[in-house]
């Protein structure tokens, strides 16, 4: 995620309120994150569909790497040769129906 940028990235709720549209274009245009504050302290974080949807990949990356690291700590793996004959009965099964 793109950092935050003190200057113009922190906004009071009242003032993105006031200036919604103009502030989501910013968003949408800059890619920058924007910390919407309430009474002083921050209340929300907004992004841009594109930013959400790449955090949202890359936790899925992550989670992937993550699986597959415990299923080779815990010994379910399988050599090449049995991984190709898997895809080929599998490939065998799905042309057949």
Known sequence: MKE???????VP?????AQAAKLLKRIGESG????ITQ???????????????RIQERQRFLESI????ADA???RTM???ELRERLRA???DRDEG
Do not use: C, H
């Open 4 to 10: 935050v940028q003190i200057s113009d990235g922190i």
């Open 13 to 17: 709720l009242g003032e993105f309120k």
């Open 32 to 35: 920058q994150p924007m910390v």
């Open 39 to 53: 009474n002083g302290r921050p209340a929300g974080v907004l992004l841009s569909p594109q930013e959400y949807d």
């Open 66 to 69: 993550a699986a597959g690291l």
């Open 73 to 75: 700590e815990s010994g």
């Open 79 to 81: 050599s090449t040769m």
């Open 90 to 92: 599998w490939r065998s």
